[in-house]
């Protein structure tokens, strides 16, 4: 594959188109046999609260796989990101009920590099709470 995204069409400020991404118990249980991460905050509720957690929680390495999804469909190519970065900064809360929880991620172009790369600067959300901090990606385009 090859980026779809042309450099000389891409400027600072330009927005990539926004997605939420739902998650559920189930959702969290399917990342956990994929991944291996079977730690019991990311599906035990009881277990969650004990530790001091509000209740379940997504796996951080999901949140930040889920936003990535925003850069990877907008350039088409998940191979064009050159580096990822993220901070941690608040949980996803899933409640055990019909509507789980929401990602909602936005991004922009913060600054176009050397060599037709771009730095993406991603805005990860839930409940109106910053999730990850400092979500950035460097993007190779065509």
Do not use: C
Not at 77 to 105: L, M, Q, S
Not at 121 to 127: F, H, K, P, R, S
């Amino acid at each position: 594959m090859a980026a779809k995204i042309e450099y000389a069409g891409v400027e600072v400020g330009t927005e990539l188109p926004a997605q939420t991404f739902p998650v559920s118990r189930a959702t969290l249980v399917r990342y956990a046999g994929a991944s291996g991460d079977f730690n019991p905050i990311h599906w035990n509720e009881k277990f969650a609260k004990e530790v001091g957690l509000p209740d379940v929680i997504a796996h951080g390495m999901f949140t930040m796989a889920e936003a990535i999804r925003v850069v990877t469909d907008w350039v088409g190519d998940p191979g064009a990101v050159i580096e990822y970065g993220v901070r941690f900064t608040k949980p996803v809360v899933v409640p055990n009920d019909d509507k789980g929880a929401v990602i909602e991620v936005s991004a922009k172009v913060a600054a176009k590099l050397d060599d037709n790369r771009v730095r993406v600067d991603l805005l990860a959300m839930n409940e109106g709470r910053k999730v990850l901090g400092m979500s950035r990606a460097v993007v190779q385009l065509a």
